[in-house]
């Protein structure tokens, strides 16, 4: 098991507004897309979202880690005491779980 990739999470006060910084920050051009009723910008390794009561479950994620072997990290957290919060799911970009390390912090991975 490898971690290849980390994106992280970061609430914003207004997304319109934060998008030009991070765009000029990392060269890339951003993403905008919705996860329910929240909107999002993905741009180079940050996934940008306006805090507020609808972001609560996106904001408890500290980050998301991209990983080669979800299966084989799925196993290292549970062997290493962390908490599977919810369960390896189909996602149109692979599979996903999140899981609770033992310190209390929450993550996403992704993977094949």
């Known amino acids: ?3 290849t990739g980390v994106i992280i999470r970061r ?10 910084f991070y765009e000029s920050l990392t ?22 979202f306006t805090a507020g009561e609808q972001t609560n479950r996106i904001a408890q994620v500290a980050a998301t880690l991209t990983v080669d072997d ?6 290292l957290l549970t062997g290493l005491g962390a908490e599977i919060i919810a369960p390896a799911t189909a ?18 991975y992704t993977g094949p």
Request: net charge negative; hydrophobic share 45%.
């Open 1 to 3: 098991m490898a971690i």
């Open 70 to 75: 979800l299966p084989a990290t799925e196993k």
């Open 27 to 48: 060269g890339e051009t951003a993403h905008r897309f919705a996860f329910g009723a929240v909107e999002l910008a993905a741009v180079g390794p940050f996934l940008l």
């Open 91 to 108: 996602t149109p970009n692979g599979h996903r779980l999140i899981a609770r390390h033992p310190d209390g912090a929450v993550y996403e």
């Open 11 to 20: 609430p914003v006060d207004d997304l319109a507004e934060a998008i030009p």
